[in-house]
């Protein structure tokens, strides 16, 4: 419920004024945590629903695993974002910095230039938006998070909501939550099914 009415103000809000307090407290979250293992939940524009397991390493590491009997692999080895379809021996591939997921990614990143608070109508909840007015094909994320005195600089990432730059919607929620954990670096290893391997 928290995450639901979360998500009805990123259509409303885009051009809400900076409230630095929101941001800041982003900002002390994010320098933070330097991992976090989490199951997922994402929607696509289509209504689609997947689900499987998140680990993050700061910085530039990310890998999405879906659930049993889904060929894709979301990953992110610390230089590049890769979107592979095992069914179809696909490989997409974007610098980091051209992607969304880079407010989540880059511990250097100063999101204060770009972020925008979104008011919720939930004190617990905490939402930014955040893109780059001069990169509009990098697309927008709005991050959402639930105040926690015992979660890093207070805050517990809930989930994300991303627009790319044909406003193609996906949502991600996260469960399960787990921060500073050990995550080793060869999770963000993958085959590449163009010389033949597997998931």
């Known amino acids: 419920m928290i995450f639901a009415a979360a998500l009805a103000a990123p259509v409303l809000i885009s051009a809400a004024p900076v409230q630095d307090s929101a941001v800041d407290q982003v900002e002390r979250h994010l320098r933070s945590v330097d991992s976090m293992v989490a199951e997922f939940q994402q929607i696509d524009r289509n209504g689609r629903v997947l689900t499987g397991t998140m680990s993050l390493k700061r910085p530039g590491k990310i890998r999405f695993q879906y659930e049993r009997g889904v060929p894709q692999l979301i990953v992110a ?85 991303a627009l790319d730059s044909q406003n193609n919607r996906t949502t991600i929620r996260l469960s399960d939550q787990r921060t500073n954990v050990p995550v080793s670096d060869r999770t963000f290893r993958w085959n590449d099914p163009r010389r033949g391997g597997r998931p």
């Open 77 to 161: 080895d610390g230089s590049s974002l890769y979107f592979i379809d095992y069914q179809v021996r696909q490989v997409e591939r974007w610098p980091i910095g051209n992607s969304p997921l880079a407010v989540l990614l880059d511990p250097d990143r100063d999101i204060g230039k770009f972020a925008r608070s979104v008011p919720t109508r939930d004190p617990r909840i905490v939402s930014i938006e955040v893109h780059d007015p001069d990169h509009p094909e990098y697309g927008r994320i709005t991050l959402i998070f639930q105040k926690d005195g015992s979660a890093p600089g207070g805050l517990m990432l809930q989930g994300w909501v």
